[in-house]
């Protein structure tokens, strides 16, 4: 639909009760994506990001909780003077008051993803607001598009509706009459089936899109172009249907496939959620994406820094091209980080710290090169004599988001003499944050006359936001999350140089 010019916003509506993923676990929920305006969001809305790139705010990711709380807020205030406070109309009004607010922000289409099944307990007052939305729209301006699941089963060789037919029953029941069902598939769906389900679940067939498992997520909106979703919303939303610009993702589909036949390089994700690709799911994206610009084809694996001693770092890192330590929170595997830091400074190993690894990354610094033996961070060790890293207590202010943490896009002003510069090609930069504890400026001098650069501050100069090694293939270490502004067709330059640098290598 944005290649056809329309200005398009995805949303995303999770019925569960947290208020957002901010304090979830990244094993209950994957990631934390974080957007510009700072909210901590559903993993999905790095997806959106990505396969769109269109900057998503706050509005873009609600939750019941979200929903719940600004109710129960207003009622406690006497917003309702004196009234029955009730799921319908209160709860279902605050959620559509969420989607119809993307008309103030000139938006042509706002897709709205409500997450969980049909029949969950926890997101029916969602589908009853998105129901009641299509009653007080007109006819074409709402269209009800069901993903479903066609399972395979392999003994007979064939593909059920059974699955679907039962869920649009379901939903049917709750008052939508999907438009258009998109049926997630492992292998082809035949013409004849495609004719049973419309039958069976009453959408027109040509309205029964195929959503086939691919090798390569990126390859779906083209798929589904051909599959001709965008025609069938066109159609149910009296648009025109202008021809579809698809060539730059045309061109970046036909370079992944040919990735795979390029030199490959080994990356190792050092961290503690490794049981779950998904806590890292926009670093490793982010590094597939670098791979697809140096037409290397990038091989990452998880590697639980937990296991790493300074015995086995050797065996367990040597046969890695390059190294990231993202981001994360607590003290859980961070001797292993630091291992694995010092074997890629000393080892000459391409490194990028990220948010967490760059902390690690100060703190490996300080207790090898500098000698600091009890060096760390605040997080870890609340009294620790030399924390390196620690909580600014004057930067309070400036975090009223979120508490004490620094969330969201912050300006970062790069040193003309660093590789940052040159990576970035720019002085001025803006990266998006999450995290509570800062370098500490008191070990500035020190670290910088023995090697560590700070290679870029906040503009005034009081936040550090990166270091550097000189005479290092490519030692590069931020306070923010790259990964959350790399998109498979524009890649981040940190990831693209750290990558680079490993083919040289
Ligand atoms: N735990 C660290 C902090 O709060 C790093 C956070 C992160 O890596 N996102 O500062």
Not at 95 to 115: H, L
Not at 297 to 303: G, K, Q, R, S
């Amino acid at each position: 639909m944005k290649n056809r010019g329309y200005k398009i916003a995805n949303q995303k509506l999770d019925p569960y009760i947290n208020i957002d993923p901010g304090t979830m676990s990244p094993y209950e929920h994957g990631e934390v994506f974080v957007t510009d305006d700072g909210a901590e969001t559903d993993l999905d809305l790095g997806h959106y990001e990505r396969f769109t790139d269109e900057n998503l705010t706050e509005n873009s990711s609600i939750t019941s909780g979200k929903i719940y709380l600004e109710v129960i807020e207003k009622e406690r205030k006497g917003d309702y003077l004196g009234k029955t406070v009730q799921v319908i109309p209160h709860i279902t009004d605050a959620i559509k008051q969420k989607i119809y607010n993307f008309e103030k922000m000139g938006i042509d289409i706002v897709i709205t993803e409500i997450g969980g099944t049909v029949g969950d307990i926890e997101s029916g007052p969602m589908l009853e607001a998105i129901r009641q939305i299509g009653i007080e729209q007109k006819e074409e301006d709402t269209v009800f598009i069901h993903v479903t699941l066609l399972p395979y089963i392999s003994g007979s060789k064939e593909l059920k509706s059974k699955p679907t037919q039962h869920s649009v029953k379901e939903l049917q029941a709750l008052g939508i009459m999907p438009d258009i069902l998109v049926c997630r598939a492992d292998e082809k769906i035949s013409e004849n089936m495609k004719e049973k389900i419309a039958l069976f679940c009453n959408v027109k067939k040509e309205n029964v899109i195929e959503n086939k498992t691919v090798s390569n997520l990126y390859e779906i909106p083209l798929m589904l172009e051909e599959e001709g979703l965008a025609n069938a919303v066109c159609k149910k939303l009296n648009l025109k249907n202008t021809n579809s610009n698809n060539e730059g993702w045309e061109k970046l589909i036909k370079s992944i496939k040919e990735n795979q036949n390029y030199k490959k390089v080994k990356i190792a994700i050092v961290g503690k959620y490794t049981k779950l690709e998904d806590s890292y799911l926009s670093v490793i994206e982010s590094i597939k994406h670098a791979g697809y610009k140096n037409l290397v084809n990038t091989d990452i694996e998880l590697v639980d820094s937990e296991q790493i001693t300074k015995e086995n770092v050797k065996d367990i890192i040597g046969k890695y091209n390059g190294i990231i330590v993202p981001g994360g929170f607590g003290d859980r595997g961070i001797e292993g980080m630091i291992e694995t830091i010092k074997y890629a400074r000393e080892n000459k190993v391409p490194f990028l710290g990220i948010c967490l690894g760059m902390q690690m990354a100060v703190i490996e610094f300080a207790r090898n090169v500098l000698k600091l033996e009890d060096a760390n961070s605040e997080e870890f060790e609340e009294n620790c004599k030399n924390a390196v890293i620690h909580i600014m207590k004057e930067q309070k202010e400036i975090r009223k988001k979120g508490g004490t943490m620094r969330l969201g896009a912050y300006p970062c002003k790069l040193k003309k003499d660093s590789k940052a510069y040159n990576i970035y090609g720019k002085e001025e930069i803006s990266e998006r944050h999450r995290h509570r504890y800062e370098y500490n400026n008191k070990y500035r001098m020190e670290m910088e006359k023995a090697g560590l650069k700070i290679a870029g501050t906040s503009p005034d100069e009081t936040l550090v936001e990166m270091v550097e090694i000189k005479n290092h293939p490519f030692f590069e270490a931020c306070q923010f999350h790259p990964e959350f502004k790399s998109r498979p067709d524009k890649p981040h330059p940190l990831f693209v140089s750290f990558v680079k640098a490993q083919i040289f290598d």
